[in-house]
Nanobody
Framework: VQLQASGGGLVQAGGSLRLSCAAS????????AGWFRQAPGKERDFVAA????????YYADSVKGRFTISRDHARNTVYLQMNSLKPEDTANYYC????????????????????WGRGTLVTVSS
């Protein structure tokens, strides 16, 4: 199983980026998925998650209204659209797939995820 995150980069405050997370060896349509981020010297924090059927999604308060999680099962890929970026959004962003397949919920705790990508760095300049 491999999750490959991409799309990070350097952007000015107020700009946008779209992160992608392509899965191989795992059908994302079977699992809830999420995005987490870790800034230098800080803990890994929850950012966004959605259910495998795309019906429900949940966001951290810090990104609500600015970030959108989505998925394309035909491409076996999860996305994170990030708008109105702020310097405090600077971090390594990690995608993850939940431990339990066929669950209809979403998960906000890192321990509920078994499969992780290697991260993509987002840097927002002021």
């Amino acid at each position: 199983v491999q999750l490959q995150a991409s799309g990070g980069g350097l952007v000015q405050a107020g700009g946008s980026l779209r992160l992608s997370c392509a899965a191989s060896g795992l059908a994302l349509g079977t699992y809830a998925a999420g995005w987490f981020r870790q800034a230098p010297g800080k803990e890994r924090d929850f950012v966004a998650a959605n259910s495998r059927n795309r019906v429900t999604a949940y966001y951290a308060d810090s990104v609500k209204g600015r970030f959108t999680i989505s998925r394309d099962h035909a491409r076996n890929t999860v996305y994170l659209q990030m708008n109105s970026l702020k310097p405090e959004d600077t971090a390594n962003y990690y995608c993850a797939a939940a431990s339990m397949p066929y669950s209809d919920g979403y998960y906000i705790k890192a321990e509920d995820y078994a499969f992780w990508g290697r991260g993509t760095l987002v840097t927002v300049s002021s």
